[in-house]
């Protein structure tokens, strides 16, 4: 299975407060047991985003990285499951900007989401059923 640190994308799943979900895709970075995302200059209705805000509520969230390929047999997922805050890391941006050419010409200037990883659970077509970590 290819790293899920080489994927550009990711979905974060966050909880309201009325306990529904509410799950956006997300540019990541993973260093060692810490997953960084930072609220980027994309076009945005608002600074005060959904997710920021469920994370103040409950810090709980879960992370999706998944290839897709016509190829079945080429398929994976990643599953992490952890601890967010809202932080305004500038190491955790250099290190976005380091995997997105993007964040290198333009640095994110909103805050950063740190999830502390507390369990990870993959699966690929070609090794079979999910295991946790």
């Known amino acids: 299975m290819p790293s899920p640190d080489d994927a550009r994308v990711a979905r974060l799943a966050t909880v309201d407060l009325r306990g529904l979900p509410h799950v956006v895709p997300i540019c990541f970075v993973i260093d060692g047991d810490v997953l960084y995302s930072a609220v980027d200059e994309k076009p945005k209705r608002t600074r005060q985003l959904q997710r920021l805000r469920n994370i103040e509520a409950n810090p709980r969230v879960e992370v999706l990285i998944d290839h897709y390929d016509e190829d079945w047999s080429r398929l994976w997922w990643v599953r992490l499951r952890g601890t967010a805050r809202v932080t305004e890391d500038p190491g955790a941006i250099s290190l976005?900007?380091?995997?997105?050419?993007?964040?290198?010409?333009?640095?994110?200037?909103?805050?950063?989401?740190?999830?502390?990883?507390?369990?990870?659970?993959?699966?690929?077509?070609?090794?079979?059923?999910?295991?946790?970590?």
């Open 96 to 133: 976005l900007a380091a995997k997105y050419p993007q964040y290198a010409e333009r640095p994110p200037a909103g805050p950063v989401i740190a999830v502390a990883v507390e369990e990870r659970v993959d699966w690929s077509a070609a090794g079979g059923s999910a295991g946790a970590r």
